[in-house]
T-cell receptor
Framework: GQQLNQSPQSMFIQEGEDVSMNCTSS?????WLWYKQDPGEGPVLLIA?????ELTSNGRLTAQFGITRKDSFLNISASIPSDVGIYFC????????????FGQGTRLTINP | ETGVTQSPTHLIKTRGQQVTLRCSSQ?????VSWYQQALGQGPQFIFQ???????GRGNFPPRFSGLQFPNYSSELNVNALELDDSALYLC??????????FGPGTRLTVT
Protein backbone atom coordinates (compact mmCIF):
# COMPACT_ATOMS: atom_id res chain seq x y z
CA GLY A 1 0.00 0.00 0.00
CA GLN A 2 0.92 3.64 -0.04
CA GLN A 3 3.51 4.80 2.48
CA LEU A 4 4.84 8.20 3.36
CA ASN A 5 8.36 8.61 4.71
CA GLN A 6 8.49 11.69 6.88
CA SER A 7 11.74 13.14 8.18
CA PRO A 8 13.18 14.00 10.51
CA GLN A 9 11.37 11.99 13.20
CA SER A 10 12.25 14.61 15.80
CA MET A 11 13.85 18.02 16.00
CA PHE A 12 15.29 19.95 18.92
CA ILE A 13 15.82 23.62 18.11
CA GLN A 14 16.28 27.00 19.72
CA GLU A 15 13.49 29.53 19.70
CA GLY A 16 13.81 31.78 16.68
CA GLU A 17 15.37 29.13 14.42
CA ASP A 18 13.86 28.04 11.14
CA VAL A 19 12.55 24.49 10.73
CA SER A 20 12.29 22.25 7.69
CA MET A 21 10.65 18.85 7.37
CA ASN A 22 9.64 16.74 4.38
CA CYS A 23 7.70 13.76 3.17
CA THR A 24 8.47 11.43 0.30
CA SER A 25 6.60 8.54 -1.23
CA SER A 26 6.86 6.06 -4.05
CA UNK A 27 3.21 6.82 -4.87
CA UNK A 28 1.68 9.82 -6.59
CA UNK A 29 -0.76 11.94 -4.61
CA UNK A 30 -3.34 14.46 -5.79
CA UNK A 31 -3.28 16.57 -2.66
CA TRP A 32 -0.76 17.13 0.11
CA LEU A 33 -1.87 18.31 3.53
CA TRP A 34 0.13 19.33 6.57
CA TYR A 35 -1.33 18.94 10.06
CA LYS A 36 -0.16 19.78 13.60
CA GLN A 37 -1.25 17.67 16.54
CA ASP A 38 -0.94 18.64 20.19
CA PRO A 39 -1.06 15.99 22.96
CA GLY A 40 -4.56 14.66 23.49
CA GLU A 41 -5.98 16.58 20.53
CA GLY A 42 -6.91 15.82 16.96
CA PRO A 43 -4.74 16.97 14.03
CA VAL A 44 -5.29 20.58 12.97
CA LEU A 45 -4.99 21.44 9.28
CA LEU A 46 -2.18 23.93 8.61
CA ILE A 47 -1.77 24.01 4.84
CA ALA A 48 -3.40 22.26 1.87
CA UNK A 49 -1.66 21.88 -1.51
CA UNK A 50 -3.57 20.88 -4.63
CA UNK A 51 -1.24 21.21 -7.64
CA UNK A 52 2.24 19.96 -8.44
CA UNK A 53 4.77 22.74 -7.90
CA GLU A 54 2.38 24.78 -5.76
CA LEU A 55 4.01 26.86 -3.01
CA THR A 56 1.65 28.06 -0.28
CA SER A 57 2.20 30.12 2.87
CA ASN A 58 0.19 30.45 6.05
CA GLY A 59 1.85 33.05 8.26
CA ARG A 60 5.30 31.74 9.20
CA LEU A 61 4.56 28.39 7.54
CA THR A 62 5.42 27.61 3.91
CA ALA A 63 4.78 24.32 2.15
CA GLN A 64 5.37 23.04 -1.36
CA PHE A 65 3.83 20.27 -3.46
CA GLY A 66 6.69 18.50 -5.26
CA ILE A 67 6.83 18.54 -9.04
CA THR A 68 6.84 14.74 -9.20
CA ARG A 69 3.73 14.67 -6.92
CA LYS A 70 5.60 12.22 -4.71
CA ASP A 71 6.93 14.64 -2.12
CA SER A 72 6.24 17.77 -0.10
CA PHE A 73 8.05 19.92 2.42
CA LEU A 74 7.03 22.25 5.24
CA ASN A 75 9.12 25.14 6.52
CA ILE A 76 8.50 27.10 9.70
CA SER A 77 10.35 30.38 10.03
CA ALA A 78 11.37 32.09 13.30
CA SER A 79 10.00 29.34 15.55
CA ILE A 80 8.13 30.26 18.75
CA PRO A 81 7.21 28.12 21.78
CA SER A 82 3.66 27.44 20.55
CA ASP A 83 5.09 25.69 17.48
CA VAL A 84 5.91 22.72 19.73
CA GLY A 85 3.98 19.62 18.73
CA ILE A 86 3.88 16.80 16.21
CA TYR A 87 3.63 17.67 12.53
CA PHE A 88 2.14 15.20 10.07
CA CYS A 89 2.13 15.20 6.31
CA UNK A 90 -0.76 13.49 4.57
CA UNK A 91 -1.27 12.60 0.94
CA UNK A 92 -4.68 12.19 -0.59
CA UNK A 93 -5.38 9.63 -3.29
CA UNK A 94 -8.49 9.19 -5.36
CA UNK A 95 -9.10 5.47 -5.66
CA UNK A 96 -12.62 4.88 -4.43
CA UNK A 97 -12.59 6.68 -1.10
CA UNK A 98 -10.56 9.86 -0.93
CA UNK A 99 -8.50 8.59 1.97
CA UNK A 100 -5.53 10.29 3.53
CA UNK A 101 -2.24 8.45 3.98
CA PHE A 102 -0.18 9.89 6.83
CA GLY A 103 3.51 10.08 7.54
CA GLN A 104 4.91 8.97 10.89
CA GLY A 105 5.16 12.53 12.17
CA THR A 106 7.91 14.97 13.13
CA ARG A 107 8.09 15.87 16.82
CA LEU A 108 9.26 19.46 17.27
CA THR A 109 10.76 20.56 20.58
CA ILE A 110 11.85 24.16 21.13
CA ASN A 111 14.33 25.32 23.75
CA PRO A 112 13.51 28.86 24.87
CA GLU B 1 -12.14 25.13 15.92
CA THR B 2 -13.10 22.63 13.22
CA GLY B 3 -16.74 22.23 14.18
CA VAL B 4 -16.21 18.47 14.50
CA THR B 5 -17.10 17.00 17.88
CA GLN B 6 -16.63 13.46 19.18
CA SER B 7 -17.97 11.55 22.15
CA PRO B 8 -17.02 10.19 24.52
CA THR B 9 -13.60 11.68 25.19
CA HIS B 10 -12.27 8.59 26.90
CA LEU B 11 -13.55 5.04 27.15
CA ILE B 12 -12.36 1.87 28.86
CA LYS B 13 -13.67 -1.47 27.66
CA THR B 14 -12.90 -5.12 28.26
CA ARG B 15 -11.65 -7.48 25.58
CA GLY B 16 -14.56 -9.08 23.72
CA GLN B 17 -16.98 -6.20 24.36
CA GLN B 18 -18.51 -3.94 21.74
CA VAL B 19 -18.14 -0.14 21.54
CA THR B 20 -19.85 2.71 19.67
CA LEU B 21 -18.07 6.00 19.11
CA ARG B 22 -19.88 9.10 17.89
CA CYS B 23 -19.01 12.07 15.73
CA SER B 24 -20.86 15.21 14.74
CA SER B 25 -19.63 17.29 11.84
CA GLN B 26 -20.53 20.63 10.32
CA UNK B 27 -23.63 21.14 8.27
CA UNK B 28 -22.79 20.63 4.60
CA UNK B 29 -19.89 18.26 5.26
CA UNK B 30 -21.18 15.26 3.34
CA UNK B 31 -18.02 13.20 3.68
CA VAL B 32 -16.91 11.69 6.99
CA SER B 33 -13.89 9.49 7.52
CA TRP B 34 -12.71 7.52 10.53
CA TYR B 35 -9.06 6.94 11.46
CA GLN B 36 -7.29 4.91 14.11
CA GLN B 37 -4.16 6.42 15.64
CA ALA B 38 -1.95 4.16 17.72
CA LEU B 39 0.45 5.77 20.16
CA GLY B 40 3.41 7.34 18.38
CA GLN B 41 1.99 6.70 14.90
CA GLY B 42 0.19 8.63 12.21
CA PRO B 43 -3.55 8.06 11.77
CA GLN B 44 -4.61 5.00 9.75
CA PHE B 45 -7.69 5.16 7.50
CA ILE B 46 -10.55 2.89 8.62
CA PHE B 47 -13.38 3.86 6.24
CA GLN B 48 -15.22 6.76 4.67
CA UNK B 49 -18.89 7.58 4.24
CA UNK B 50 -20.41 9.87 1.67
CA UNK B 51 -24.11 10.73 1.90
CA UNK B 52 -24.76 7.79 4.23
CA UNK B 53 -23.06 5.19 2.02
CA UNK B 54 -19.69 3.61 2.70
CA UNK B 55 -17.44 4.48 -0.22
CA GLY B 56 -14.11 3.05 0.84
CA ARG B 57 -12.43 1.02 3.52
CA GLY B 58 -8.88 0.64 4.71
CA ASN B 59 -7.18 -2.51 5.93
CA PHE B 60 -9.52 -3.14 8.88
CA PRO B 61 -11.61 -6.26 9.56
CA PRO B 62 -15.42 -6.34 9.24
CA ARG B 63 -15.85 -6.05 13.01
CA PHE B 64 -15.17 -2.34 12.39
CA SER B 65 -18.39 -0.89 10.98
CA GLY B 66 -19.97 2.50 10.67
CA LEU B 67 -23.05 4.55 9.98
CA GLN B 68 -23.63 8.07 8.74
CA PHE B 69 -26.89 9.88 9.39
CA PRO B 70 -28.66 12.69 7.47
CA ASN B 71 -28.02 15.16 10.32
CA TYR B 72 -24.19 15.02 9.69
CA SER B 73 -23.57 12.71 12.61
CA SER B 74 -21.86 9.35 12.32
CA GLU B 75 -20.87 6.30 14.35
CA LEU B 76 -17.98 3.89 14.47
CA ASN B 77 -18.82 0.47 15.91
CA VAL B 78 -16.22 -2.07 16.90
CA ASN B 79 -17.26 -5.60 17.88
CA ALA B 80 -15.28 -8.24 19.74
CA LEU B 81 -12.72 -5.75 21.03
CA GLU B 82 -9.08 -6.81 21.10
CA LEU B 83 -6.23 -5.36 23.11
CA ASP B 84 -4.68 -3.95 19.90
CA ASP B 85 -7.80 -1.86 19.35
CA SER B 86 -6.57 0.48 22.07
CA ALA B 87 -5.93 3.76 20.26
CA LEU B 88 -7.14 7.29 19.58
CA TYR B 89 -10.08 7.17 17.15
CA LEU B 90 -10.44 10.24 14.99
CA CYS B 91 -13.35 11.41 12.92
CA UNK B 92 -12.72 13.80 10.02
CA UNK B 93 -15.28 15.60 7.91
CA UNK B 94 -14.97 17.37 4.60
CA UNK B 95 -17.17 19.68 2.54
CA UNK B 96 -15.41 18.87 -0.71
CA UNK B 97 -13.54 15.62 -0.12
CA UNK B 98 -10.21 17.37 -0.60
CA UNK B 99 -9.19 18.72 2.81
CA UNK B 100 -10.35 16.94 5.94
CA UNK B 101 -11.02 18.49 9.35
CA PHE B 102 -10.49 16.36 12.41
CA GLY B 103 -12.32 16.18 15.71
CA PRO B 104 -10.51 15.89 19.05
CA GLY B 105 -10.75 12.10 19.06
CA THR B 106 -11.91 9.39 21.45
CA ARG B 107 -9.24 7.59 23.45
CA LEU B 108 -10.24 3.90 23.71
CA THR B 109 -8.47 1.61 26.14
CA VAL B 110 -9.15 -2.13 25.94
CA THR B 111 -8.14 -4.18 28.98
Amino acid sequence: GQQLNQSPQSMFIQEGEDVSMNCTSSSIFNTWLWYKQDPGEGPVLLIALYKAGELTSNGRLTAQFGITRKDSFLNISASIPSDVGIYFCAGRIIQGAQKLVFGQGTRLTINP
Amino acid sequence: ETGVTQSPTHLIKTRGQQVTLRCSSQSGHNTVSWYQQALGQGPQFIFQYYREEENGRGNFPPRFSGLQFPNYSSELNVNALELDDSALYLCASSPTGREQYFGPGTRLTVT
